[in-house]
């Protein structure tokens, strides 16, 4: 295991930058909605794949076809732009919204499926195992990495496939936090934490760093609630979004590797 500096595990540094992103519960208790559950409607699957590393590489996995777990699966934009490689699907999602999304699109693309709703790792069991195990876009949500990776690599018969952005997707809005409540965050976890991760696992991760060619969906009234902020405060969060010296996050990594 590799110790830093400090004499912190890759594991614990991730989870400690992970904890950084909390909300504090005074703030929190003031919030008119949730700002953690995902809209399903930001998630549905483009009716024609993005064509990214990620699919790539997990179209090569399947080569002339193959079982597909998804973790995290959202509206499926991972697994279903895989539609013909694709001989069964198994969706893992704690938003059951999510899953109906998901389900339509499979049905839609005469891909079979099985959802399952629930937290990943302890979700595992009941998914079972595939060829090719997906996770996109989870990674950030998760602060207890080893377990969430390690349930991965048990569940996949060819390969693991995972994409995540450069650094934490809020991370873009620390100034804000700093703006309307005086909060000030550490550094966010990046890619490279996640793959100190992995390494400290034992895996070596083939490492795809590339541009997404639209940034997260990110629009001023999903902003004003993800700051706990209530509705009428729109247009203060537009002004101060447009003051935002950084562009969204377009920067993604895959990462790839073989149980
Ligand atoms: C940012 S969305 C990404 C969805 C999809 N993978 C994509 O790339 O469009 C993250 C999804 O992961 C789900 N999620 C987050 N942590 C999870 C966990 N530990 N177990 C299962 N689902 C989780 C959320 O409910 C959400 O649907």
Known sequence: ???????????????????????????????????WLHDPSYFVAPEVPLDTPSRSVALDL?????????VGAGGGAASL??????THLTAVDQQVDMLEV??????????PVRTVRGRWPDAAADAGRADVVLSHHV??????????????????????VVEM????????????????????????ATTDDAVAVLRELGVDPRV??????????????????????PAGREPEVVDALAALPHRRPRLAATLVWRP
Not at 208 to 229: G, H, I, M, N, Y
């Open 62 to 70: 399947l080569d002339a076809g193959g079982t597909v777990l998804d």
């Open 165 to 188: 952005l450069a650094e934490h997707p809020m991370a873009w809005l620390d100034p804000l936090w700093v703006r309307f409540h005086d909060l000030h965050r550490p550094p966010p």
């Open 1 to 35: 295991m590799d110790v830093g500096a400090g004499g912190e595990t890759a594991a614990e540094r991730w989870a400690g930058r992970q904890e950084g992103r909390g909300i504090p519960p005074e703030i929190l208790a003031r919030a008119p909605a949730s700002p």
């Open 102 to 111: 998901l389900a339509a699109g499979a049905a839609a693309r005469g891909i």
């Open 81 to 86: 732009a895989l539609a013909g490689a694709v």
């Open 139 to 160: 990674l950030h949500n998760v602060v207890d990495l080893p377990p969430f990776l390690r349930a991965l690599t048990a569940a996949a018969g060819r390969g693991v």
């Open 208 to 229: 795809l760093r590339w541009e997404r060619a639209s940034p997260p969906k990110q629009d001023p009234a999903w902003v004003t609630a993800r700051l706990c902020l």
